[in-house]
């Protein structure tokens, strides 16, 4: 069973970087589109960006559209996600999630389109 556990989380101040981790294990991560999500309490889970298992196309929310980069080593079974430039808003807690998608041409920011997810890392922007 694919297993995914996110890292990096933590505090960090307006305008700070921080970057976050989904490593796999199971599986190799090769033939897996990865993306990833935030929900902020109160709030309905959303798409922030995803990756196709080639890796050669990405996606991102408008709302961290600049600010935020994915990648993927699949050597090392991980996807990355450089967050810049945070702002509050950007507090929530990030899920990482995979789907078996090895020659799809796109990857999608839909909850119902993965199935299987990490346990979630928090990340909190403040002063």
């Known amino acids: 069973q694919l297993q995914l556990v996110e890292s990096g989380g933590g505090l960090v101040q307006p305008g700070g970087s921080m970057r976050l981790s989904c490593t796999v294990s199971?599986?190799?991560?090769?033939?897996?589109?990865v993306g990833w999500f935030r929900q902020a309490p109160g709030m309905e889970r959303e798409g922030v960006s995803c990756i196709t298992s080639s890796g050669g196309r990405t996606k991102y929310a408008d709302s961290v559209k600049g600010r935020f980069t994915i990648s993927r080593d699949n050597a090392k079974n991980t996807v990355s996600l450089q967050m810049d430039s945070l702002k509050p808003e950007d507090t929530a807690a990030y899920y990482c999630?995979?789907?078996?998608?090895?020659?799809?041409?796109?990857?999608?920011?839909?909850?119902?389109?993965?199935?299987?997810w990490g346990q979630g890392t928090q990340v909190t922007v403040s002063s």
């Open positions: 999630a995979a789907v078996h998608r090895p020659f799809q041409a796109i990857c999608l920011m839909a909850t119902d389109y993965y199935d299987s």
């Open positions: 199971g599986f190799t991560l090769d033939y897996y589109a």
